[in-house]
């Protein structure tokens, strides 16, 4: 391999610059060229590259976002695209890609490895930890902390009003944010995706719920209901409780990455630079136990359950 093609896509997650410098070093290091991809499948579709500098890139570790910036790909979904990307690739001669996104980056790299033979690598990268393969993904732990830190304000002024509040976070059909930011701040209900005993377990506790204190739920966005419905019960059960919702949105997605992402980052990137060199491709590398361990992107892409440990960590918070 002389010239890797690497690109972040999908959404944005803090940890991905760290990755593109992880892997930047060790594609130089061996003696390899490595180009960005701008916007990912979309500017692979437009021939927009951009040449990766090694300095520039260590000066970016501790930046959250993407500096090759990131879309989601309509055009890539379409064979025509595909074909128009690889065309670029190929007049860039690029001989190997890397990519830095979630389970539709990956799914977009099955899809292209039908049209072509050059080696694929992908990285983890996406604030929802929804992926086999890896413990966790690029972003997750930053967005943890952003919400906690978040959480932890609104409980102040729910404390001092005798308030509840709902909280909705991010994680698409994945409740772990929703269960590490709910635990971490000790909250009152975590409704999640995976699982939706819990609610009527809330609503009594509503029910009963007499304005001496602050009640604080955590709604995964891919709850079943949905934030607006579970304000539509609570105050059907108990009309007089004062309720506010706050929608924790895209400030979960930004910010500088964490420690633990940075690493995570720098490691991965390193990762899927040598797995290129010991040949292999269509697989994600990850962090499995603190090893480093790749998965073929069609186990990758299947949905990842909350583990067991968590559901059980649940049931013993809020269902006992
Ligand atoms: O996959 C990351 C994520 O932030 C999800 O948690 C959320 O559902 C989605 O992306 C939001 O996507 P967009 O930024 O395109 O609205």
New binding site residues.
């Given amino acids: 391999i002389k010239h890797i093609g690497i690109f972040t896509s ?2 944005d ?1 803090p940890g991905m610059n760290a990755a593109l410098h992880g892997a930047a070093k060790a594609a130089l290091a061996n003696g390899m060229r490595i180009s960005g991809v701008s916007r990912g499948y979309e500017g692979m579709i437009d021939g927009d590259f951009i040449s990766l500098n090694e300095k520039d890139l260590q000066r970016t570790v501790h930046k959250g976002g993407t500096i090759l910036k990131t879309a ?1 790909s309509d055009r890539f979904r379409k064979e025509e695209g595909r074909k128009a990307a690889l065309k670029n690739l190929e007049k860039k001669g690029i001989d190997a890609l890397i990519a830095i996104g ?1 389970d539709g980056t990956f799914r977009g790299m099955l899809a292209f490895s039908e049209l072509c033979t050059l080696p694929f690598i992908g990285i983890p990268g ?3 930890n929804d992926l086999a393969g890896t413990d966790y993904t690029l972003g997750f732990d930053t967005a943890v902390n952003t919400a906690i830190e978040n959480i932890d304000k609104i409980r102040d002024t729910a404390e001092s009003h005798n308030r509840v509040f709902l909280v909705e976070v ?3 059909d994945s409740g772990y944010i929703a269960i590490h930011s709910g635990l971490g701040t000790g909250a009152d209900g975590i409704l999640i995706p995976e699982s939706s005993e819990d609610f009527n377990r809330l609503l009594e506790k509503i029910r009963h719920y007499h304005s001496q204190e602050e009640l604080i739920v955590i709604v995964s ?1 891919g709850d079943e209901l949905g934030v607006g419905p579970v304000a539509s019960k609570i105050r059907e059960v108990n009309p007089s409780v004062d309720l506010r919702i706050s929608i924790l949105g ?1 400030v ?2 930004g910010g500088h990455p964490s420690a633990f992402d940075r690493m995570l980052g720098i490691r991965l990137g390193v990762a899927s630079v040598k797995a290129l060199l010991e040949g292999q491709k269509n697989v994600m590398a990850g962090i499995v136990n603190n090893s480093l361990t790749l998965t073929p992107f069609e186990k990758v892409v299947k949905q990842h359950q909350v583990d067991a440990e968590l559901q059980e960590l649940l049931t013993l918070f809020y269902l006992k």
């Fill in positions: 999908g959404g997650s989601r979630g996406t604030i929802d991010m994680g698409r966005e895209h979960q997605r």
